[in-house]
């Protein structure tokens, strides 16, 4: 993601199959579950939310990415809260939405309130939930002329159920109220769901069943038309006004006590007949209830037998079918899967309508997460989740949609007496991929059995009518580019802008760049360390500030003034100024002043604490070198003096002196004399003199490109160390990495390149060897091998914005080019775990403006670096190889001992996270930004919630 800041320079309840007597306002399609991101478009949003204007959601998503980040952990996205839906942006620049089936929280005063349907007792002596969303009242003591039972609403839109008689006191537990007594032996039941409520007739002996095996209740809902289907007995509510569905009564059923062969309940069934008649007076109805008398006087039915009817207004979108059943199941609170034991096979299917913005999304994962709540074993049996046609409460076992395509096998079983109900999570990745490029407006997943005749395979899952157990799904998205990017790119970009302004040799480029990235690693790991032990990016390089305010340090600020001190001095010609105030414009408004300036001290602390550890490294010191005359020894081209001769014998920032990893010589060889009389030598002049040469006819037009591609020698360039940022900087947007991703890898590189530097000026200036370029050794007879001949007009290829052709003013073994290169390539293959990733890197060398090349691999383009410099001849192949060698053992050591990841001797909390899939992202990027070495997931508790806590070590 590219972002740029503009540069300034058994089961344990008892109604898992039964339909409810769920009362939900008429015609909430904001229930409606969603996998995609919430409209932006203005209007009201779901829930009564206030009108929010496109622009100003975009504006809130963008500032929340931007603080994700900066903390490092995800953070909401308040204004784009619905009842069901709950959008995050995360600390890598992406988006993550989760859409529950049923709501989880509702608007009262204006604000945002949590879904609670624990039931306490009002002061008038009725009973409501903690938080409902549609105002749920149940009726506390009435006398024998009733009255009503539960109300759902208020005003035009408010339902109403009756109950013709005396009420008593209910007891209360959790969501549920029981009214004892009711008819003699018989208990009514209500419970409160998210969106309404459930009422069941419980007959507790068969002494009871007579009195209560018919009986009516008034209903009263205004503007209602009420259709009675025959071939399935259900009933379906219409607005009468709209002539739209906005409810129904799924065909209704009545179980008992005991157990089926396997322990599950509820499976001893039998039909309910449900009329419904238009009210003698008003607009209400009267619902006539006849149970199955024979069922009850049956002598192997045991008690209590409950009675459920159920009436579901609102749009359901999960449904069950089962072979040889005409039944709506549609209303159940249980999604079967697979063949109950001694019955027929089911499916089950869950929908959730199509927001547009999700087609097309760049969809990373997508986990689904189920609550068990039965299985008829404990052994894993296989169920699958796939992609389906569109379903409805009419949907039955011969009227199934098409099953499209599979998305997920799944072994995972729960739910029976040893493994009890609990939270389950599974990828659906490849199936929200396939429906975000698909332009419909309903996606629904349909739940199988693998093997549909095996009885030990059969399971339940809690439907979306679940109280406290609806379905969802999270699905995290690549979202499209901010206006605004981390802030470590935004420094590379600016240490870049002053490269190609400073000009020189490019080591003391690259100790520029190790300074300001080291600078800002140290800030941005004293601002994460001060959240935490756990939150640290790894070992600090110098020092591990704190802020005297006490505030949590903004590590955005600590990375600005990291690097602000370090450019300003480093470059006292430079202005920075405009650099910093674009900077600082682009933190969010939520972080507070004294964030700002608690992370200001940290950035300062650690630009200090590296200028005073570089300020006598040996950078300033003035080495003269005139170089020399006797054949094989580097002398001066086109009359320009040694560059930075004394850069080897510079501190290093991470090895412990510049010959640590000293080359033997070009092809072994210790002496000059013995060097120029060998044939490899001779070979190696040739090569280079038939492909370096500039008007060369053996050297490729891709090989003259790649020359020319990798040169950047002139000054009005980013030189070497900057190409290599460049593609640092490429592959950290093509891997998304977050901000503190960024501090920890371009410091590395930055160490690297800064050590290889100094490294391959060892090499060129501190030993018996200091080789001259192809140029003088071309020109001029002198080495003494027959098998060279001069040629006093040859010219390389390299040249500079004239056109005149140049040879670097340093000796050419080893090339720093190759050394940098294979610096670099290493430390990219040491943090990202692999060689082998693929990327485009550009260039800015005048000659070859506009030039990209791709690259199978970090090392492929080290190598072609290399050999690049003989192509441009300036360079032997030996030069390039033995560089690259050289590069790679810095890069090497770098890793081993600087800026190491956090260790424990045992596993360390380190954040709770709501699902797996969550946990395990931020796990796995934990890991692969070193900043540990291993992670955990552990459930918190997979009975109540699909939360799991996050451990490292």
Known sequence: MHRTIPKGSGPRRRRHVAGPLALVLLAETALLAAVALPARAAGPAPGGSTPTTASAAVGEEAAARLTAEARDRRVEVIGARTETTTLWANPDGSMSLETH????????????????????????????????????????????????????????????LGWPGALPEPVLKGNKATYVDVMPGTDLVVEATRTGFEQFLVVKDRAAAERAATFTLPLRAKGLKATKNAADETVTFTDAATRKTVGKLPTPAMWDASRDGRGRAETNRADVDLDVRPAAKGDGYTLAVSADRRFLADEDTAYPVTIDPAIYFGTNFDTTVVNGSTADLSGEVGLR??????????????????????TGQD????????????????????????????????TRWST???????????????????????????????????????????????????????????????????????????????????????????????????????????????????????????????????????????????????????????????????????????????????????????????VTAEQRAAGTSVGQQAAAAMLNARQSDGSTAVVPYPGSQTPGHWRPTDAEPAATPGWGLVKPFALTSGSQFRPA???????????????????????????????????????????????????????????????????????NLTVTANAKLFALVAFSMADAGIAAWDAKYQTDIDLWRPESAIRLDGDG?????????????????????????????????????????????????????????????????????????????????????????????????????????VASHVAATKLKANSAAGWVKYEALHNLGGCDALGKRLVSEHRWTAYQ?????????????????
């Open 101 to 160: 089936a049923g709501p989880v929280r509702f608007r009262k005063g204006g604000a945002w309130v949590p879904v609670d349907t624990t039931l306490v007792r009002n002061a008038d002596g009725s009973v409501s939930p903690k938080g409902h969303p549609r105002g749920l009242r149940l009726a506390g003591r009435t006398d024998a002329k009733g009255g009503d039972l539960v109300t759902l609403g208020s005003g035009e839109r408010a339902v109403t």
């Open 363 to 394: 969809v990373l994962n997508a986990e689904l997460n189920l609550f068990a709540t039965w299985s008829d074993t404990c052994e894993a049996r296989s169920w699958e989740i796939w992609d389906t046609g569109v379903v409805s409460s009419a």
């Open 937 to 953: 997931c552990v459930a918190v508790d997979p009975v109540t919630t699909p939360d799991h806590v996050l451990y490292v070590k």
């Open 665 to 735: 010589g070009p092809g072994g060889h210790t002496t000059m004399s013995g060097l120029l009389a060998s044939s490899a030598y001779a070979t190696q002049v040739n090569e280079v003199k038939s492909l370096g040469r500039a008007d060369s006819t053996t050297r490729t037009a891709d090989q003259t490109q790649a020359a020319l591609f990798w040169a950047n020698d002139l000054n009005g360039t980013y030189k070497p160390p900057g190409q290599l940022f460049e593609h640092t900087q490429t592959l950290a947007r093509q891997r």
């Open 400 to 590: 199934q949609p098409a099953w499209r395509t599979k998305a997920r096998t799944s072994t995972v079983t729960h739910g029976s007496t040893n493994c009890g109900p609990r939270w389950i999570s599974e990828d659906i990745t490849s199936l929200v991929e396939e429906w975000s490029r698909i332009d419909r407006s309903v996606d629904t997943l349909g739940l199988r059995a693998t093997d549909e005749t095996d009885y030990t395979a059969f399971k339940i899952f809690a439907s979306g009518d679940d109280a406290a157990h609806a379905p969802s799904i999270l699905v995290t998205y690549e979202t499209p580019a901010d206006p605004v990017k981390d802030h470590v790119e935004y420094w590379n970009d600016i240490l870049q802008q002053a490269y190609t302004e400073a000009g020189g040799a490019p080591g003391p480029l690259a100790r520029a760049g190790a300074m300001m990235h080291g600078a800002i690693y140290d800030a941005a790991n004293s601002a994460k360390c001060a959240e935490g032990p756990a939150r640290c990016l790894g070992d600090p390089y110098l020092v591990k500030a704190t802020a005297s305010n006490g505030a949590l340090p903004d590590i955005n600020s600590a990375i600005d003034h990291a690097a602000f001190d370090v450019l300003r001095a480093v470059f006292p010609g430079q202005n920075f100024d405009t650099a910093i105030a674009n900077a600082r414009s682009t933190i969010p408004a939520a």
């Open 785 to 889: 091998n027959a098998a060279t001949t001069a040629d006093p007009n040859w010219q390389p290829l390299s040249q500079d914005n004239q056109g005149g052709h140049f040879s670097p003013a340093f000796p050419a073994y080893v090339s720093g080019h190759a050394t940098f290169g294979g610096a670099w390539a290493k430390a990219m293959e040491q943090w990202f775990g692999t060689d082998a990733i693929s990327f485009t890197g550009t260039t800015d060398d005048p000659h070859a403006k506009g030039v990209t090349r791709t690259f199978p691999s970090f090392s492929a383009a080290a190598e072609e670096n290399a050999v690049a410099r003989v192509w441009l001849g300036v360079h032997y192949r030996w030069d390039g190889t033995e560089g690259v060698a050289t590069g790679t053992k």
């Open 337 to 358: 899967v697979g063949r109950e034991w001694q019955k027929n096979e089911a499916r089950s299917f869950i929908s959730f309508p199509r927001n547009e913005a999700v």
